[in-house]
């Protein structure tokens, strides 16, 4: 498995996205486990989760203790692995998502989900969504305290604009390590943000690399180019759309989401895929 960089940290390239096994949809505890398994076993090291992957009201960090399983049943070395979660995203279990950016809530926050995920120190937290009733340095501070109290061993955000992240960085005097934000072939407006990033070497980790739960099954309909680099490479349209982000520069680290054991298996071949110059080109006009 090829590595990226995280703060200081090494990755894979490829990551997993938790969220398809805790919200709508979900499949069953024992595919659930299997999956991250599988993960696990093709290299990934790189875990994604957040307290908001739940369903219901009342099981709040569904998705962060199904990964403490997953790691705790699996036969491999867990040492490698990097858990990041997420704090200040609200799911109250009728379907909408809220905001909440409060420092009380996330320092609360912070230590529920380090006891779900039984570690002391979390290697990675982020903010998961700006909160527009809180100022933004008083959520990203709170970052601030708990890298400097040794709560958690590196900060990032999540749906962060420009600015946003620039004031992340000043907040967190220069340790800002990662910027989680949607991306992928139908979604490229974080496109000034991925540069950003790459810029000032934090990583970038795109959320619904694939369009998302609906839309990447129809990722290689909706995307003819894609689909036609991937006849010609004997692979899938998900396999080149992942290609394609790795090749946007050397910080990202794409989290595809999976809910079956055989869709991460084909993400992570995703490495191994080098694009061509003129296929490269090909995509990004198709995108355009």
Known sequence: MQTRTIGTRPVSAIGLGGMPLSIEGRPDRERA???????????????????????????VGHNEELLAEALRTW????????????????????????????????????????RRLGVEAIGLYQFHRPDPAVPYADSVGVLAELLDAGTIEMAGISNADPQQILEAQEVLGGRLVSVQNQYSPGF???????????????????WSPLGGIRGAGELGGRHAAFSEVADARGVSPQVVALAWEL??????????????????????????????????????????
């Open 247 to 288: 090749a946007q520069a050397p910080v990202v680290v794409p989290i595809p989401g999976s809910s079956r054991p055989e869709t991460i298996r084909d993400s992570v071949t995703a490495v191994d895929l080098e694009l061509t110059a003129d296929e490269l080109s090909r995509l990004d006009a198709a995108v355009r």
């Open 188 to 206: 490229t407006s974080s496109q000034e943000e991925l540069a950003l990033c790459a810029q000032h070497g934090i990583a970038f980790l795109p």
């Open 75 to 114: 036969g491999g070395d867990t040492s490698g692995v990097l858990v990041a979660t997420k704090g200040g995203h609200l799911r109250p279990g009728d379907g909408s998502w809220t905001q909440d950016g409060r420092p009380e809530h996330l320092r609360r926050a912070v230590q529920d989900s380090a």
């Open 33 to 59: 486990v299997a999956t991250v398994h599988a993960a696990l076993d093709a290299g990934v090291t790189l875990l994604d989760t957040a307290d908001a992957y739940h369903l219901h009201a009342d099981e």
